[in-house]
């Protein structure tokens, strides 16, 4: 389950390479989902991210190289690909992978704490389904009056 806090990836920014260090360190973006994965000092974080909001997902240990192990037994492999801006992650016994491309730095969503309360959850759940086919105005009156009638259901809920 995803945390409202990415402390691990507040400020960092893709580290140099060099001898010492796996050519695959650093931040990358996943295709698809606004998956972020943050690979540091033998661990492996991801984030879920949209612009608003940075959740901290869940991390694995580096088992070898490029080979990370999640505490289920999942062992994902990340390679680099052609020159070292792209990559790609695959989680052992899956039929496909998934392209990665790496970041300069963390996503802007990642550099502050995330928003509370009920209107800062329910953005993160909005954001997450994001139709594009709205303009911004047609999409900030959707999301306004979703807002409300999600308001009044739990407010029901509680009498």
């Given at each position: 389950?995803?945390?409202?806090?990415?402390?691990?990836?507040?400020?960092?920014?893709a580290?140099?390479?060099?001898?010492?260090?796996?050519?695959?360190?650093?931040i990358?973006?996943?295709?698809?989902?606004?998956?972020?994965?943050?690979?540091?000092?033998?661990?492996?974080?991801?984030?879920?991210?949209?612009?608003?909001?940075?959740?901290?997902?869940?991390?694995?240990?580096?088992?070898?190289?490029?080979?990370?192990?999640?505490?289920?037994?999942?062992?994902?492999?990340?390679?680099?690909?052609?020159?070292?801006?792209?990559?790609?992650?695959?989680?052992?016994?899956?039929?496909?992978?998934?392209?990665?491309?790496?970041?300069?730095?963390?996503?802007?969503?990642?550099?502050?704490?995330?928003?509370?309360?009920?209107?800062?959850a329910?953005?993160?759940?909005?954001?997450?389904?994001?139709?594009?086919?709205?303009?911004?105005?047609?999409?900030?009156?959707?999301?306004?009056?979703?807002?409300?009638?999600?308001?009044?259901?739990?407010?029901?809920?509680?009498?």
């Amino acid at each position: 389950m995803a945390t409202a806090a990415a402390p691990a990836l507040v400020g960092r920014t893709a580290p140099a390479v060099s001898a010492h260090q796996p050519t695959t360190d650093g931040i990358w973006r996943m295709d698809g989902y606004g998956t972020v994965l943050s690979l540091r000092d033998g661990t492996l974080r991801e984030y879920q991210t949209t612009t608003v909001i940075c959740l901290e997902g869940d991390s694995a240990q580096r088992t070898g190289p490029g080979t990370y192990t999640v505490p289920d037994g999942t062992v994902l492999t990340v390679r680099t690909r052609g020159d070292r801006d792209r990559g790609s992650l695959r989680a052992d016994g899956s039929v496909g992978e998934r392209s990665l491309r790496r970041l300069p730095k963390s996503p802007e969503a990642c550099a502050s704490p995330a928003p509370e309360g009920p209107l800062a959850a329910f953005d993160v759940f909005w954001q997450s389904f994001e139709e594009p086919v709205f303009t911004e105005e047609e999409f900030a009156e959707r999301r306004d009056s979703a807002f409300d009638r999600a308001l009044n259901v739990l407010r029901e809920a509680r009498r």
